[in-house]
């Protein structure tokens, strides 16, 4: 029997199957607008197929040009567009996977002149105010969401998830904070609402019954002015009634003070967020952020807090991690330390993602790790993380290696680092090296 017969257990969404309670959460990964960015993205989320992800979602997309993050931002509204994201669909289908695609409208977080919002608030961490969207502004870009959503069907997308959570436009609407309109799209509750629910009615209407949507919730918006609980699960609600597959759950506003996905912030904390809006709906619900461990994803779906588990950061970290689970073998998992450096820093600074623990997520057709024609005998001088992740990798592509350590175990610096409280989780690298030089073969010399 497995060891996580909740985790691996498939999910029936009446028209299609899920194989496991796995998804992949969103990530803008810089891969969205790279010159070889498509190409890219398909090797990266094959990858992941191939590690026995059920569902995926891409990194945002706009639904038009205002909803962009920055100028020349990525958006699908057109089938030209759509035609260049089909590579991505077909690769993912091939390794056995399932795609959907983020459709997200920036609001007032866009970084470029043309940033609208519902009313002209300016947001603490963005340059300029928005301008605020006139009445018929609205109605078009409910209608440039549905738009973006049937050329995602077109490009071979599953589904596609709308974000409504996280400080973004959808979010902006819904908060009084953020929506001081007099017209039909705000004041009440009911008006604030409007919107979010109208997308997903007019999503649902364009692509028909048999395509995933799922709805991002802010269930915790850790800001003042935010939604209450009771509004949230009246948005919940409504939101089912109006034609989506999933709730995926949404913590924190960007402009939030409260850490949501730091090292520091305990594995599973929202879990409890979720699970207080079980039985309020009938549709599966989805709970997220520091799920890096398939116990810990297991003890969430066991406790009855949510269907399925939203990982992106442990993937990124390592693509078999749900392979590795099915086989038993989960004390491999190179697991996510939730450290942000390669991942948040990256896309925040304009980089393309990687990730600390491996170099090559985003990098998978640069990166190569192919097995050597020629056998060599290779020194490695040196047992912190750079010597752990050389020797390993020249092992496994079929070197004779032997590692030199002056100390009496592995890590270097990293054994300083993970003594720092909120840094407990660089323990787990050093327990992933530990097997992997006894996996690849390395003979280790102290």
């Given amino acids: ?11 029936d969404l009446g028209f299609t199957t899920l194989r496991n309670r796995v998804l992949m959460g969103s990530m803008h990964v810089g891969l969205e607008e790279a010159k070889d960015g498509f190409e890219r993205m398909a090797a990266f989320y094959a990858e992941r197929a191939r590690g026995g992800v059920a569902l995926m979602v ?3 997309i706009a639904p038009n040009d205002a909803g962009r993050p920055y100028p020349g931002g990525a958006r699908l509204a057109t089938e030209e567009e759509a035609a260049q994201h089909k590579v991505v669909t077909d690769a993912v289908h091939a390794a056995g996977g399932k795609i959907a695609m983020q459709i997200l409208h920036f609001g007032r977080y866009a970084y470029h002149p043309g940033l609208v919002g519902p009313s002209p608030i300016k947001a603490p961490i963005s340059p300029m105010p ?3 969207l006139t009445t018929a502004e609205v109605e078009q870009t409910i209608e440039d969401f549905a738009n973006c959503a049937a050329m995602a069907q077109k490009a071979g997308y599953d589904g596609v998830e709308v974000m409504g959570s996280e400080g973004y436009l959808i979010n902006e609407f819904i908060a009084a904070r953020t929506n001081q309109r007099t017209d039909e799209w705000g004041g009440s509750y009911e008006n604030r609402m409007r919107f979010p629910v109208e997308i997903v009615r ?5 692509v028909g019954a048999n395509f995933i949507i799922i709805y991002r919730l802010s269930m915790l918006d850790l800001v003042e002015g935010g939604s209450n609980f009771d509004e949230v699960v009246q948005l919940a609600q409504a939101v089912e009634a109006a034609g989506a597959s999933i709730i995926n759950t949404g913590i924190g506003w960007h402009e939030a003070r409260i850490p949501t996905i730091a090292t ?6 929202f879990a409890w967020v979720t699970q207080k809006m079980k039985g309020k709906v009938k549709i599966p619900l989805i709970t997220t952020n520091r799920i890096n461990t398939p116990e810990v994803g297991e003890k969430i779906l066991a406790d009855g807090c949510a269907d ?4 992106a950061r442990p993937l990124l970290a390592d693509p078999e991690f749900v392979n590795k689970a099915a086989a038993g073998k989960a004390d491999q998992i190179n697991t996510c330390i939730g450290c942000n450096q390669a991942c948040l820093d990256h896309t925040f600074s304009g980089k393309i993602t990687s990730c600390l623990v491996n170099p090559r997520a985003c990098h998978e057709t640069i990166l190569k790790i192919e097995p050597v024609a020629a056998k060599k005998r290779v020194a490695v001088v040196g047992a912190g993380p750079a010597g752990l992740a050389a020797a390993t990798t020249a092992a496994r592509r079929g070197h004779d290696v032997t590692l030199f350590e002056a100390g009496d175990d592995v890590g270097g610096q990293f054994n300083i680092a993970k003594q720092i409280p909120g840094k407990e989780e660089f323990y787990e690298t050093l327990r992933y090296f530990r097997n992997e030089i006894k996996l690849s073969g390395v003979t280790a010399q102290f």
């Fill in 58 to 60: 891409t990194g945002g």
């Fill in 264 to 269: 520091s912030v305990p594995r599973g904390a």
């Fill in 202 to 206: 007019r999503v649902r209407e364009r």
């Fill in 1 to 11: 029997m497995s060891a996580y017969p909740h985790l691996l257990q498939p999910l």
């Fill in 308 to 311: 399925m588990v939203s990982m």
């Fill in 130 to 132: 928005p301008r605020e």
